[in-house]
């Protein structure tokens, strides 16, 4: 049973770029949330996706789209990348977007912005 | 709003004493709390939560954890450490009464056990 997968696993873009991460889910798992992971710090919410809609979203500029498809994967979007985007983003998923349901997360991709 | 605080950069301890790291939260109402440790270039592992019931949870990999609601602390423990539970830990938190499943984390402790 493959857990969540991400891709690509590192990226270079430089400013001004746009950028787009993907990410399958754990088997069975219908929500996904992206995580952006600064170095040395904790993840910070993006936004999450449930049914294809975006349900929640933390405090990130517009730049930062998503998408989610019919089998549950989804898509981050950032767009005019800045140097501050550097990070390593996490793809979560869980069955359902219940409060108590725990996260399965991937392995990431490290974006790195010149 | 709902936060996390790891008041510990870094933990160090010796090969077999007992390994514990801190939590407190702050939330409205009652918590959704999660522990996941992360290992070099790996995203996170999940732990271990605590949703309601027994104020002490039991993980993997022999971790365990207690809620103390008076305290709002949910300390991360390990009778035993292992060198190989080397690695940077997170405290989670959620809010049960809000939609959706958005975690809030602390900044991270980073464990080193030495043999």
């Known amino acids: 049973d493959a857990g969540v997968t991400q891709s690509p696993t590192h990226l270079i873009k430089t400013r001004g770029q746009q950028v787009t991460l993907r990410c399958s889910p754990k088997?069975?798992?219908?929500?996904v949330s992206w995580y952006q992971q600064a170095l040395g710090q904790g993840p910070q919410f993006i936004f999450q996706?449930?049914?294809?809609?975006?349900?929640q979203r933390g405090n990130f500029p517009d730049r930062f789209s998503g998408h989610q498809f019919p089998n549950y994967s989804s898509e981050l979007n950032v767009n005019a990348l800045l140097l501050g985007d550097s990070a390593l983003y996490l793809c979560?998923?869980?069955?359902?977007?219940?409060?108590?349901?725990?996260?399965?997360f991937g392995p990431g991709t490290r974006l790195t912005v010149l | 709003a709902q936060s996390v605080a790891q008041p510990e950069d870094q933990v160090n301890v010796a090969e077999g004493n007992p390994l514990t790291v801190k939590c407190t939260y702050s939330?409205?109402?009652?918590?959704?709390l999660f522990w996941y440790v992360q290992y070099p270039n790996r995203g996170l592992q999940f732990l271990l939560k605590?949703?309601?019931?027994?104020?002490l949870v039991k993980g993997s990999y022999g971790f365990e954890a207690e809620f103390n609601k008076s305290q709002t602390s949910f300390h991360l423990k390990k009778p035993s450490a292992l060198v190989s539970d080397s690695a940077l830990y997170f405290c989670?938190?959620?809010?049960?009464?809000?939609?959706?499943?958005?975690?809030?984390f602390g900044g991270g402790t980073r464990v080193l056990v030495k043999p």
């Open positions: 979560a998923s869980s069955l359902s977007a219940l409060a108590g349901k725990e996260q399965f």
């Open positions: 939330v409205s109402g009652n918590p959704y």
């Open positions: 989670a938190v959620r809010y049960f009464k809000a939609a959706g499943n958005k975690l809030t």
């Open positions: 605590y949703i309601t019931g027994d104020n």
């Open positions: 996706y449930y049914e294809e809609e975006e349900r």
């Open positions: 088997s069975g798992h219908d929500t």
